[in-house]
């Protein structure tokens, strides 16, 4: 983004119980000297004290256009003649040059939430997410010169910002050490406030916080990545039963020899590391065959 040709600074201003005061007595003014003009004999002194009156209340109108009410939360941007003047931040009544204009802007904290986005994952499948974004306005100025319309611009850039992020990370890592989206939400999303902050900055926005709302498989393959992940489960639950099984059957051998209840050789050791095998790792429960002969036989 380019850099920023304005940035923001607090606007003259003053209180504006003063103003109003001042301008209130101007015109209670004016009203006596109206009022005093009508009823006097001499037509100079008539028409001098009338129009000196219309003055004075001019004036005093005038100068009470500078008020302005600022609320917390809002801020309003000072422009004299198209130059940027400043920005007054402080709330209450204030008081500035009547003849600027005071453009309102609300530095309040916003959320916006993106549509239901459809986009390839970096294995090209094609995935839904969404996302909201909690920002302010930051910098007033920025916010109102640097871009056409501030709220269209962290619309568009954050979807821009989803997008790429939705196509740089995978729906799910076949590795265990690749980030994906749905494994590593924390970091995922660390990452797209990075971005998003790089592309609003020139706008005067500040991200706050931004999380996933929507993250789905596309309907098409939805069914078959479902299919895929029971595999996996499967998969990876019979690995830590075989693994779980394998350490059983060792500490088994282990005590018969330690405790020298059996002498096992070769083959019966064989025979019972099968039967373990085949009674830890079963789906169901194991069926005993009652041997009436040798364990040759």
């Not at 931040?89 to 204009?101: C, H, I």
């Not at 920025?142 to 995978?170: C, G, K, N, W």
């Not at 993250?215 to 489960?233: D, F, K, T, V, W």
Request: aromatic residues 4%; glycine residues 8%; hydrophobic residues 45%.
């Amino acid at each position: 983004m380019p850099r920023p040709r304005v940035s923001e600074f607090p606007a003259r201003s003053i209180g504006g119980g003063l103003a109003l005061l001042l301008g209130l007595v101007g015109v209670l003014a004016a009203a006596g000297l109206i009022a005093l003009g009508a009823t006097a004999d001499p037509a100079g002194v008539k028409t001098a004290l009338i129009c000196g009156g219309v003055v004075i209340a001019i004036a005093a109108l005038l100068a009470m256009s500078g008020l302005n009410m600022v609320a917390p939360g809002e801020a309003r941007v000072v422009q004299l003649f198209g130059r940027y003047r400043g920005t007054i931040r402080t709330d209450g009544l204030r008081w500035v040059n009547p003849l600027t204009t005071r453009e309102k802007i609300s530095t309040r904290v916003r959320n916006h939430e993106t549509a239901v986005l459809k986009v390839n994952d970096a294995y090209g499948n094609p995935i839904e997410l969404a996302a909201v974004v909690v920002w302010k306005v930051e910098d007033t100025a920025q916010a109102m010169f640097e871009v056409d319309d501030f709220l269209e611009f962290v619309s568009t850039q954050t979807e821009a910002a989803v997008r790429h992020i939705a196509i740089e990370y995978p729906y799910d890592a076949h590795d265990e050490d690749g980030l994906s989206l749905r494994g590593n939400a924390e970091e995922i999303t660390e990452k797209l406030a990075l971005e998003l902050h790089a592309r609003v900055e020139a706008a005067g926005v500040h991200i706050i916080e931004s999380r996933f709302t929507h993250l789905a498989y596309a309907p098409e393959i939805a069914s078959a990545m479902l299919q895929r992940q029971q595999a996996g489960a499967v998969v990876a639950a019979r690995r830590q039963i075989v693994d779980g099984a394998v350490g059983m059957v060792e500490q088994a051998l282990a005590r018969i020899q330690e405790e020298d209840i059996v002498e096992l050789d070769p083959e019966r050791k064989a025979a019972m590391v099968s039967n373990l095998m085949v009674v830890l790792c079963g789906d169901r429960s194991a069926q005993p065959v009652l041997n009436t002969g040798t364990l040759y036989q």
